[in-house]
């Protein structure tokens, strides 16, 4: 039995769960940090040779009123247990972000979306890999072909919202906008997609898959929770395994392909370069060389909202996608490894780090939280799962640069004896060609 039972009602708790929930409601990060279409525009209309000029929307909300108002809500949870110790940090959580909101266009809102998303060079905190790196490594990835996009934005939303209904029972809705700076975002149980975008049927599956079947999904989960309603808004620190597990849906459906896990390097080495001093048109052309220009211009946005264009002080909410990516998998990895499938279960019951899934499993256990209602279409086939789980562990063994240099120094044998070379020493009879050119 968890120790804090007894000493909280659960009606008590889902009292302060629903009033987080109602505080964080005004606070719209992406609504406060979003360019118009117009600025792009006049950006490329002007040679996209000056920095660009954006004007932000007023925030909806009084910033000195809101932090008052989380910190009194902090102040009426009070009991030593580990599910009120994460509502008070869910409160400072909101606090540190309407703080950022506040601070747009300094360096200060750098350092709270710092402390909020990670840095581009922060190191797992369950492995000493860095992040960069990783982001490095899917950038140098080869292209892949390049499918066309024909749909448009209002046949993929046909697409996706059909895709999903039958796992989300009609539950989600999928709407087109024009005030949007990716091709697509979710909301509680809304997927927006980008007015003149156009999508191949490969990303409209993938969109399917990490907007309605990911993001709307555990938000819904989070919703029915019967006390902890905070679960549909997410958990403290739960963006970098939402954003990670997006891509992870893309993946275990199969519809991820490299160009998307370049696009996700590239962005994080943009941030990274930001971060360094680096302005918007040092960004852009960087990403220039690698991108159509509407698409430099519209990761380079991704950098910069709300930031400094000047350089030194962007966005960093683009670095967690490699770390949450790499983190979530490894979860499932470990969760599946040990035959663990009610934990699994329980990180699907609302949005959360990785990190919290146990306790939210062991509150299953108690009654204070339910599972999930609406189970993402690669939990389908279990069998399936751990068979991905079973081909990752095993490779794991294998070293690929060993695997490479074996089959480097059997080609270089090959051109050696093709040549009339002499046979390296040591060289298997095996590896001989089966004839040889005539002098």
Not at 324 to 330: E, L, S
Not at 350 to 368: F, H, N, P, Q
Request: proline share 6%; charged share 25%; aromatic share 8%.
């Amino acid at each position: 039995m968890l120790a804090f039972l007894g000493v909280t009602a659960t009606d008590q708790l889902r009292q302060l769960s629903d009033a987080i929930v109602a505080a964080q409601r005004p606070i719209r990060i992406l609504k406060a940090v979003n360019w118009d279409a117009s600025v792009h525009e006049r950006f490329f209309r002007q040679g996209a040779k000056e920095l660009p000029r954006p004007e932000l929307s007023p925030l909806g909300f009084d910033p000195g009123a809101k932090l008052k108002e989380l910190r009194a809500l902090k102040r009426q949870i009070r009991g030593r247990n580990p599910v009120e110790a994460l509502l008070r940090e869910k409160c400072d959580e909101y606090a540190l972000t309407v703080q950022m909101l506040a601070a747009r266009g300094t360096r200060r809102f750098y350092e709270a979306s710092r402390r909020i998303y990670g840095d581009p060079r922060d190191r797992f905190p369950d492995s000493a890999v860095d992040n960069l790196a990783i982001a490095r490594l899917w950038a140098a990835r080869p292209r892949a072909r390049n499918e066309e996009a024909t749909l448009t934005a209002e046949e993929a939303a046909k697409q996706v919202e059909a895709l999903c209904a039958p796992y989300l029972g009609g539950q989600v809705k999928v709407v087109v906008r024009a005030r949007l700076t990716a091709n697509a975002a979710a909301g509680a149980t809304r997927v927006t997609l980008k007015k003149g975008a156009l999508f191949t049927p490969r990303q409209v599956h993938a969109l399917a898959h990490h907007e309605g079947l990911w993001h709307v999904l555990t938000s819904t989960n989070g919703y029915a929770q019967p006390v902890l309603t905070v679960m549909g808004v997410g958990l403290p620190r739960h963006i970098e395994s939402q954003e990670g597990g997006g891509i992870v849906s893309e993946f275990l459906s199969g519809y991820i392909t490299d160009e998307r896990y370049i696009e996700l390097g590239e962005r994080t080495i943009a941030v990274d370069m930001a971060a360094r001093g680096a302005d918007y048109l040092e960004v852009y052309r960087y990403l220039l060389a690698r991108f159509p220009a509407p698409k430099a211009a519209q990761m380079s946005e991704r950098v910069f909202r709300g930031g400094v264009l000047e350089g030194g002080a962007p966005f960093t909410k683009d670095v967690a996608y490699q770390r949450g990516y790499c983190r979530t998998f490894n979860f499932l990895r470990a969760a599946l490894e040990g035959r663990d499938l009610d934990l699994v279960r329980a990180f699907l019951a609302g949005k959360m780090s990785v990190d919290e899934a146990e306790l939210v499993r062991d509150l299953v256990e108690e009654g204070i939280c339910a599972g999930p209602v609406h189970l993402p279409a690669w939990f389908d086939d279990v069998d399936r799962l751990n068979a991905t789980v079973t081909h990752s562990v095993t490779m794991n063994r294998f070293s690929l640069p060993s695997i490479s240099r074996y089959y480097a120094r059997r080609r270089e044998r090959k051109k050696a004896w093709a040549e009339g070379e002499p046979a390296p020493e040591g060289a298997q009879p095996t590896d001989a060609p089966k004839s040889r050119p005539t002098p």
